[in-house]
């Protein structure tokens, strides 16, 4: 199975300011069809996750563009332009490459 | 707009059973790919199966491969969860998704809780 790892496991940004999550797989993640499958969701307390970036940077519709994603093959990254208060909660990256699909642990986004 | 409404959680003893529903609207269900995917207490979230719109394919997590079994039923927009053999380890949310083409989830239910207890 393709282990996923996040960093850092926690965060804690003053609002406006930028942030950003690291997340790398075991194995690269460029797919025989030529595309590499790396989503991003957002789980807010309470709530199930909901989706903010799928193949590594397009983001899902109605998901705002201080949200961005980069990388390539086995290292990926989650920026987040300018921190708001909406943004609190736990981050998950997600390989879809190859069965199982695996997560990584979660990066919780606090406010300072 | 897509709805996805998880029922059938609740407490149960190792080797127990349950069935889970995840009943779908707003979208054209058999269309769809569904996934289940599962978060024990106060830790991440982890795959668990997937069923192709046509059930022409499925697969599982080893480590719920002969215990669990995926299934729909396109006329009433509603896939299921039947889980066999439960053990301790199985306790968790289990959330309800639905497929984006090619490889991505795009919508999750607000999710099921199995309680695995003696």
């Known amino acids: 199975d393709i282990v996923v790892t996040q960093t850092p496991r926690s965060l804690s940004v003053t609002p406006g300011q930028p942030a950003s999550i690291s997340c790398k797989s075991s194995?690269?993640?460029?797919?025989?069809?030529?595309?590499?499958?790396l989503s991003w969701y957002l789980q807010k307390p309470g709530h199930s996750p909901q989706p903010l970036i799928y193949e590594v940077s397009k983001r899902f519709s109605g998901v705002s563009d201080r949200f961005s994603g980069s990388g390539s093959g086995t290292d990926f990254t989650l920026k987040i332009s300018r921190v708001e208060a909406e943004d609190v909660g736990v981050y998950h990256c997600?390989?879809?490459?190859?069965?199982?699909?695996?997560f990584g642990q979660g990066t919780k986004v606090e406010i300072k | 707009q897509v709805h996805l409404v998880e029922s059938g959680g609740g407490v149960v003893q190792p080797g127990g059973s349950l069935r889970l529903a995840c009943a779908a609207s707003g979208f054209n269900f058999y269309d769809y790919g569904m996934h289940w995917v599962r978060q024990a207490p106060g830790k991440g979230l982890e795959w668990v199966t997937f069923?192709?719109?046509?059930?022409?394919?499925?697969d599982y997590i080893d480590s719920v491969r002969g215990r669990f079994t995926i299934s729909r039923d396109n006329s009433k927009s509603t896939v299921y969860l039947q889980l066999n053999s439960l053990r301790v380890e199985d306790t968790a949310v289990y959330y309800c998704a639905k497929d984006k083409v090619p490889r991505t989830i795009d919508h999750w239910g607000q999710g099921t809780l199995v309680t695995v207890s003696s």
């Open positions: 997600m390989q879809s490459a190859q069965v199982p699909w695996t």
């Open positions: 194995q690269s993640l460029l797919h025989g069809d030529g595309e590499t499958y």
């Open positions: 069923i192709h719109y046509d059930a022409s394919s499925i």
